[in-house]
């Protein structure tokens, strides 16, 4: 079994609706991340977690919201999907160590707004 | 913030001849630089890493250097093989408080040419 696993991993919607991505790990890692990744683009950083009560903003967060449901979960939100967020979405995680460290991702979720 | 530079965004070499990536940083701060490998409908893993304490990185067939001065960082592939063709990320990193998460490039896409 991945160690992150994304659900779903595909999913096509309509503008307006509301979606949510799930990430589940068995890592043990206390951080975990959502990138989203655009072709041109590469990975750009969403929302990340430190540990369950703990929630940051990435670089770009507006129409997204997170929840960190327990150490091993964390879910992605579009409150009202609109077509530009029709991406590639990764989860990641990672330990707390000294300098860096490395983040293992899951295999993503496609998901297209028409 | 940070922000990362990568070229070429693709690049094309003949089986067996070496490859070359590179990467510009502009946060002097940044003292972590990981670089990973995309594999078509896979999630990015990380093939090597360099802290700033260090100025070159070897495993095996791939290595990593770091000039901080000009704030710039490589990737080199030797002899190339049909299993290198993927899409490759540089990052950048400060570990020691305030944001967390990498700073990735664009990403370049490598084609091994038989």
């Known amino acids: 079994d991945a160690d992150v696993t994304q659900t779903p991993r595909n999913r096509i919607t309509k503008t307006g609706k509301r979606i949510m991505l799930e990430c589940s790990q068995t890592?043990?890692?206390?951080?975990m991340y959502w990138y989203r990744q655009d072709p041109g683009l590469g990975l750009r950083l969403i929302y990340y977690?430190?540990?369950?009560?703990?929630?940051n903003k990435g670089e770009i967060s507006d129409g997204y919201s997170v929840s960190r449901q327990a150490q091993a979960k964390f879910s992605l939100s579009l409150e009202s999907a609109i077509p530009n967020q029709t991406a590639l979405y990764f989860c990641?995680?990672?330990?707390?160590?000294?300098?860096?460290?490395?983040?293992?991702f899951g295999e993503g979720s496609r998901l297209t707004v028409l | 913030g940070e922000n990362v530079e990568q070229h070429p965004s693709t690049l094309s070499v003949q089986e067996g001849d070496s490859a070359v990536i590179k990467c510009t940083y502009s946060?002097?701060?940044?003292?972590?630089f990981p670089w990973y490998k995309q594999e078509l409908g896979k999630g990015p893993q990380l093939i090597i890493d360099?802290?700033?304490?260090?100025g070159e990185k070897k495993d095996q067939r791939i290595a990593v250097t770091l000039n901080k001065t000009a704030k710039h960082f490589s990737l080199h592939i030797t002899e190339t093989q049909p299993e290198d063709s993927a899409v490759y990320f540089c990052?950048?990193?400060?570990?020691?408080?305030?944001?967390?998460?990498?700073?990735f490039g664009k990403g370049t896409h490598l084609i091994i040419q038989p």
């Open positions: 990641a995680t990672g330990s707390l160590s000294g300098i860096g460290g490395e983040l293992f």
């Open positions: 890592k043990g890692h206390d951080r």
């Open positions: 977690s430190f540990d369950v009560k703990d929630i």
């Open positions: 946060d002097s701060a940044s003292n972590y």
């Open positions: 360099i802290r700033s304490n260090v």
């Open positions: 990052a950048a990193s400060y570990s020691g408080g305030g944001a967390d998460g990498l700073t």
